[in-house]
């Protein structure tokens, strides 16, 4: 196992590297000039390129892509163009709560989304499935916005019992995961409900049953365990998404996450910090994409990790 | 089953491990002082009155950009600083010059020599004095750091800065700058001690002579600072303030109904009538120097035919205009400049003419209509501007297709063509906003022959040798007589040349809870913090 996680964080590097390329070429490649965009547009030619010298944005790309690597490699993520602070400090202040942001949403939504799956597949066409279905399709029609605001009407407004946003401890963070994990937990619902459907037709259930195993042991262990497998899936997929992509939660609720900051940074393009928030959500999706990997060995010791 | 144990577990560890940790989660960026932010929620909401009277949270619509006042574009980060930092000349209420760290200052006949007298017994947060040397020290920052925006606002013409006394200093230009004052008064003063020593430092945390100092900037969350007790000026104000950037309208609104936020700053025009009504809310408005216009391409055609610009203003309501895009609020753009930009002269108004509008069309030669691109970006407010604008045309027979475009691509479509045949621009739905003190900037840019892009922001491509001569010289001159005759003039020329849809003027709403006093948004849209109390 250990083996196994040492050569894919190994394989990380090439991917990286990749991935800086593309994202390096792209953000070239998009129209606007971050010199004019930084100088303000009642700027002149003179300033802009003073700006653009002081940024280092005058040399060719290649160069531009070097120097970021270089200093990459040292643990210098380079300075923003738009706020003049390392992009490493920027970073510190942002990147902790969106990852707690996203444990907690992905935490809850997978407990009630295993939950209703469970429930409403056991109880098939009844009013309980009904029920948990209605619940899981709301969850994933109601845009993130619109569920925030609500939520900030109803629990700040007019309850006053929890904040409206910012970050001042763990009230903060409870709106906005839910909203944030509203879709997740719906997409795990339903596709633990299918999956659980599909898996209870099996031959292997059957033969519980017909051994006279109880319900809730051919369900839990047998069922369960294996439709877990996909439910992994999609949950480590969402998960991957959830850490960089949390923007209209952020802006809702203006809390200080990464994925709020990238947007600001393309709008200025701020390549500097576009480039590193880009590795950075790379890095954790590997990272994530591997757990799920682990995850399957434990849940079905069949499955054979390739070392 | 201890698959699924395991599972849970981890997540639940991950969960604990999140809780915990929490408080440490926000590592400040800078932090001189460690105590924690104290900005209330509304479940401690009515407690917060009370005990948290000294904290004064007022929540902006935009995240703030750097602390470096040398540095700085954008209005936010520029509120922030003045209550920390000071110039040797300020702006009043109104957005007029007003002395500050100046005791009286005076300027040559040539306008190219400043002379200050600097006022006694000031010091910066960090002890360092205020005086002659201070002064220089700053100046020759701005000068010799091309990078910094404020180098090329007037003080790349800068020849020499020389010490007259302790408390004197003279500052000579090499050629007449009309807005050099409102250079000055945007020019705030740094510690000489953080300049010399950590000026890498001054984007982050900096130290002025102001009545707060800066106390801590949490990237993207708040930014707080505290009453400077040295202060020259006294200390009645309140005792910390939180700046918060919330940048969804309708949280802004919800903190500022559970007094979550005792200001926020702007108050969405569609918001007004709501928060009217709220309990202990009033919502201020201040008429701003913001002026919304359509910039017509007067290079090419058919914008090239004075008829079918005029044709186009008078095509536009502007009543209309202010209740279906500002939601009623502001005032018609009843000239070049807005009424609260200093020389500003009122003209006659294009009031809405159809007639008149389809007759000078027809005149041009453009009976049958003609079909026309607005470019704006990608703004809901500006998209529906240029929705209103092409509903109004459409009166007189023009056609008008909107091309909405995302900020930066926008501005590289329109500063990337380097002559007036390049340019693919028609017309450009945007707005300008300039320092009330400065008319040089309000119009220059936008109407001299020099400022087409990419050198500045003439999208209009206004080409009049006779404005040009009138800018140039009113720009040169300390005779008040003689600018105001000038600039008095250069509105009438250009209003009537109409290279512009002239719309409106926008009108600034802010809220605050009713206990809060000394909150203030000049017309510039800067904050005014210096004397807030919470009563």
């Known amino acids: 196992m250990l083996k196994y996680i040492v050569k894919r964080i190994v394989e990380i590097i090439p991917i990286l590297i990749v991935v800086s390329i593309l994202t390096f070429l792209f953000i070239h490649l998009i129209p606007g000039d971050p010199a004019r965009l930084v100088a303000g547009k009642d700027a002149t030619l003179e300033e802009v390129d003073n700006v653009r010298k002081s940024l280092g944005l005058d040399k060719p790309v290649v160069v531009q892509y070097f120097n970021f690597m270089k200093n990459l490699v040292t643990g210098d993520l380079g300075t923003s163009l738009t706020t003049g602070l390392p992009v490493i400090d920027m970073f510190k202040t942002r990147f902790m709560p969106s990852i707690y942001l996203t444990f907690l949403s992905m935490f809850w939504a997978t407990i009630m989304g295993l939950f209703i799956g469970i429930f409403s597949a056991i109880n098939k066409n009844k009013w309980p499935d009904y029920l948990g279905m209605i619940t899981a399709v709301s969850g994933i029609s109601l845009p993130g916005f619109w569920l925030g605001l609500i939520l900030i009407q109803v629990f700040s407004v007019s309850l006053g019992i929890l904040p409206t946003g910012g970050l001042d401890g763990l009230s903060s963070y409870i709106l906005p995961s839910i909203t944030l994990g509203a879709g997740i937990m719906s997409m795990i619902a339903r596709f633990t409900r299918s999956s659980m459907l599909e898996t209870m037709q099996s031959d292997y259930v059957r033969t519980g049953r017909a051994k006279g195993l109880k319900e809730r042991t051919v369900i839990l262990q047998h069922a369960l365990r294996n439709s877990l497998i996909s439910v992994v899936t999609v949950a480590g997929l969402q998960f991957g998404f959830l850490l960089g992509g949390s923007v209209v939660v952020e802006t809702v609720f203006s809390f200080p996450g990464m994925g709020r900051l990238l947007i600001d940074s393309i709008s200025f393009r701020d390549y500097p910090v576009i480039q590193s928030s880009i590795l950075l959500f790379a890095v954790e999706f590997i990272l994530v994409s591997l757990i799920v990997d682990i995850l399957y060995t434990v849940l079905n010791p069949k499955i054979q990790l390739n070392t | ?535």
């Open chain 2, 1 to 535: 089953m201890k698959g699924i144990k395991n599972f849970i577990f981890l997540f639940a560890m991950i969960f604990v491990l999140a809780a915990c940790t929490n408080d440490d989660s926000t590592d400040p960026v800078n932090e001189p002082t460690k105590e924690p932010t104290n900005s209330s929620t509304a479940g401690d909401n009515n407690k917060s009155t009370s005990e948290k009277a000294q904290e004064l949270v007022i929540a902006v619509n935009e995240n703030f950009i750097s602390m470096d006042p040398h540095n700085t574009g954008d209005t936010n980060s520029n509120s922030v600083q003045s209550a920390m930092m000071e110039g040797l000349l300020g702006f009043d209420a109104e957005g007029q010059i007003i002395k500050v760290l100046a005791e009286d200052y005076t300027i040559s006949e040539d306008t190219l020599t400043y002379v200050f007298k600097l006022k006694q017994g000031v010091t910066f947060h960090d002890g360092a004095a205020f005086n002659a040397e201070a002064v220089k020290t700053n100046i020759e920052r701005i000068t010799n750091d091309k990078s910094l925006r404020l180098y090329s606002r007037g003080f790349n013409l800068v020849n020499s800065i020389e010490i007259l006394g302790d408390y004197e200093i003279k500052v000579t230009i090499s050629e007449p700058y009309g807005p050099m004052v409102t250079r000055f008064a945007s020019a705030k003063m740094i510690s000489p001690k953080v300049i010399k020593e950590s000026s890498d430092q001054i984007p982050k945390s900096p130290v002025g002579t102001g009545p707060y100092k800066f106390s801590k900037w949490v990237q993207g969350d708040y930014l707080s600072i505290e009453r400077f007790d040295g202060y020259w000026g006294g200390n009645d104000r309140v005792e910390k303030i939180t700046f918060k950037p919330v940048s969804e309208n309708g949280s802004r609104v919800a903190m500022l109904k559970t007094g979550e936020a005792h200001a926020i700053y702007p108050v969405p025009a569609q918001n007004q009538e709501e928060l009217s009504k709220a309990k202990d809310v009033t919502v201020n408005s201040v008429p701003s120097t913001i002026a919304r216009y359509v910039s017509l391409n007067t290079f090419k055609k058919p914008l090239d035919d004075i008829r079918v610009r005029q044709a186009f203003n008078y095509a536009v309501d502007k009543d209309a205009f202010l209740k279906v895009v500002n939601s009623g609020l502001g005032e018609p753009l009843d000239s070049i400049i807005t009424s609260k930009t200093i020389y500003y002269k009122k003209q006659q108004l294009y009031n809405q003419d159809i007639e008149k509008a389809k007759a000078l069309l027809a005149d041009a030669g453009y009976a049958d209509g003609l079909e026309i691109e607005i470019w704006g970006n990608t703004n809901s407010d500006t998209m529906k501007g240029m929705q209103f604008i092409q509903q109004q045309l459409k009166q007189i027979g023009v056609k008008v297709e909107i091309k909405s475009m995302e900020e930066a691509t926008l501005s590289d479509e329109i500063y990337g063509a380097q002559t007036p045949e390049e340019a693919k621009l028609k017309m450009w739905y945007v707005s300008w906003s300039a320092y009330a003190s400065d008319v040089t900037n309000a119009t220059k840019p936008l109407f001299h022959s020099v400022s087409f892009p990419p050198n500045s922001a003439n999208t209009a491509y206004y080409n009049n040798p006779e404005t040009d001569k009138m800018m140039d010289e009113a720009n040169s001159i300390s005779d008040e007589a003689r600018k105001t005759e000038l600039y008095a003039n250069l509105q009438d020329v250009i209003y009537k040349d109409a290279p512009w849809i002239f719309l409106g003027v926008d009108e600034i709403l802010y809220g605050v809870r009713s206990n809060v006093s000394g909150v203030i948004v000049n017309p510039g849209g800067g904050l005014d913090v210096a004397n807030a109390k919470i009563n």
